[in-house]
């Protein structure tokens, strides 16, 4: 059975970090590109970050650059979001993706709310 399981979220200050988890159990993480996306209710969901399958290959969007690192681990089948410098703008759920040709799985997504 495929899962994604997200983790790590919650209720931070502005300024404040956390490190979002995604652990996959059911399909070859190591062939996957794992990203990163992030929605507010009532809008589209938005992509973060997106990191290829060996890790070689890394992009961010524009809001996050400098802020947000993305890495994997393939031995433990975990992806990581590190959210540095959290800004209440910032405040989402954020869900993983694992996607390989026409393979595609996502989390169910894990809060981050950035307040004071």
């Known amino acids: 059975q495929v899962q994604l399981v997200e983790s790590g979220g919650g209720l931070v200050q502005p300024g404040e970090s956390l490190r979002l988890s995604c652990a996959a159990s059911g399909f070859t993480f190591r062939r996957y590109v794992m990203s990163w996306y992030r929605q507010v209710p009532g809008k589209e969901r938005d992509l973060v970050a997106v990191?290829?399958?060996?890790?070689?290959?890394?992009n961010y969007a524009d809001s996050v650059k400098g802020r947000f690192t993305i890495s994997r681990d393939n031995a433990k089948n975990t992806a990581y979001l590190q959210m540095n410098s959290l800004k209440p703008e910032d405040t989402a759920i954020y869900s993983c993706?694992?996607?390989?040709?026409?393979?595609?799985?996502w989390g169910q997504g894990t809060q981050v709310t950035v307040s004071s």
């Open positions: 993706n694992a996607r390989w040709t026409s393979n595609e799985y």
């Open positions: 990191i290829s399958a060996t890790g070689g290959n890394i």
